[in-house]
């Protein structure tokens, strides 16, 4: 009996090549079979189709076709993000070169806890990080799996340099990840300001830093989860400096703005922050994971160094091999760093640009055609690439009906959310290649939802 080939192995790419043939295969023939944004029948069909795909896990004697099989159904009962009614979410349609320089990553399998497991990827992503840290006025950055993870790291790093008593401040429009990591690493209740606009008001804030001793740590988010909004950062990064206050940007959404000639004025003051978050999973068009926390200073994180001999033993730091557990919380690491250097190398600044530019004029797209619609309102011009829309004189319960009657019958992928008291549907827009026409088209699958 012959062992399986391993993908590093010297005759990988003889063994991996039918393999790439079956599941690009696969994934075109289940995509075909889904006919749609997602597949139609809800959580109980998909789980039936999967369990009969499945079928037997562990088999006696090996199935020599189940590549072929389980890609095939996970693709038929998947959301594709590239369709143009897959619109619910900050969920991008990954580039073929980020998804390509994936596959690299995954057969080389190097781990960024240690130099001798990753050697190049150490080096590549200390030169990158440093180089999108740059891009934005910071110093430093860290790969994360996310916003999230980016987000508790901040508010780790607040509370090593600030002190166990340091207390977050943020809008009700901020990432759930925020307040969620000041109760995880131990710190006061986090004071939430209300945004009834949509985003941070400086006065209140200003309100709120005056009245609270220090120290404190603002939160401000450039693209909110929920509409895509940003706060107001030049004004929000001068009332921290006037408070001695420590300042987090969460630009998980909204950071790669800062490539667009025409976008990145709506992100003046980020270079002001302590950290900020960025998430190319999200408009950066990469396969997940693939965020970022960058760094004004680094030296914040020595509150992350880690010692464990037979990773960072001193005398292998004296000798010169660098020490990786000060990068992450993290041990085992995967070289996300690669997807992101071969899309910025392949596309360069100005086709990047261009794709950004492109979803936000979808946005207002969408905006102007539910504006001129007599039988939909819109909530507000949008920002980034968000637009929350809804039935005139429909209910909340309606708004919910549709969402879910679309969802379960795979025509199209809509968001929601609650602001000024009710219940918007939220496309967000991240594919450069929808058209007009597949945006009236949604407009026309919700107006012709039948009641519940």
Not at 178 to 203: F, S
Request: glycine share 6%; hydrophobic share 40%.
């Amino acid at each position: 009996m012959t062992t399986p080939p391993f993908a590093s192995s010297p005759d990988a790419p003889h063994a991996l090549r039918p393999l790439l043939n079956t599941v690009l295969d696969a994934l075109r023939d289940g995509g075909h079979a889904r006919g749609g944004p997602l597949p139609a029948g809800g959580p109980a069909a998909v789980t039936a189709r999967i369990t009969a795909a499945v079928g037997d896990l562990l088999p006696d004697k090996g199935d020599p076709d189940a590549l072929r099989t389980l890609v095939h159904a996970l693709a038929e009962n998947s959301t594709d993000p590239a369709h143009p009614l897959c619109a619910a979410h900050l969920h991008c349609p990954p580039l073929t070169v980020a998804t390509a320089a994936d596959l690299a990553a995954s057969a080389l399998n190097p781990s960024l806890d240690s130099w001798d497991q990753a050697p190049a990827a150490s080096a590549l992503e200390t030169i990158v990080s440093r180089e999108l840290a740059h891009e934005i006025g910071l110093a430093d950055a860290l790969i994360t799996t996310g916003g999230t993870e980016s987000n508790q790291l901040a508010v780790l790093l607040a509370r090593e340099t600030q002190g166990n008593d340091v207390r977050l401040i943020c809008g009700t429009n901020a990432h759930h990840s925020l307040p969620r990591a000041a109760w995880l690493l131990g710190l006061p209740d986090p004071l939430i300001l209300p945004t009834p606009t949509g985003t941070l008001d400086p006065t209140t804030l200003h309100n709120a830093l005056t009245h609270h001793p220090h120290p404190l740590l603002v939160a401000a988010t450039a693209g909110t989860t929920d509409a895509g909004l940003i706060d107001p950062l030049p004004d929000i990064a001068e009332l921290c400096a006037t408070h001695g206050a420590r300042l987090h940007i969460d630009a998980a959404y909204g950071g790669p703005l800062i490539l667009s000639e025409r976008h990145r004025e709506k992100l003046t003051g980020l270079e002001t922050a302590h950290t900020v978050t960025l998430d190319l999973h999200k408009l950066g068009w990469q396969p997940a994971a693939a965020g970022l926390l960058a760094l004004a200073h680094p030296h914040d994180l020595t509150a992350l160094h880690h010692h464990t001999d037979y990773l960072n033993a001193d005398d292998d730091t004296e000798a010169g091999l660098p020490d990786l557990l000060g990068r992450s919380l993290r041990t085992t690491r995967r070289p996300d760093i690669l997807k992101i250097a071969v899309t910025l190398k392949t596309l360069g600044r100005t086709e990047l640009a261009t794709m950004i530019d492109q979803v936000c004029a979808h946005a207002h797209t969408l905006a102007a055609l539910v504006q001129n619609h007599p039988r939909f309102e819109l909530h507000a011009p949008p920002t980034i690439s968000t637009v929350l829309f809804r039935p005139t004189h429909a209910t909340d319960t309606t708004v919910a009906h549709i969402r879910r009657h679309l969802l379960h019958h795979g025509r199209a992928i809509l968001g929601r959310a609650h602001l000024d008291g009710r219940l918007w549907l939220k496309a967000t827009l991240l594919n450069p290649h929808t058209q007009p026409h597949e945006l009236t088209h949604l407009l026309t699958l919700v107006e012709g939802t039948p009641p519940a």
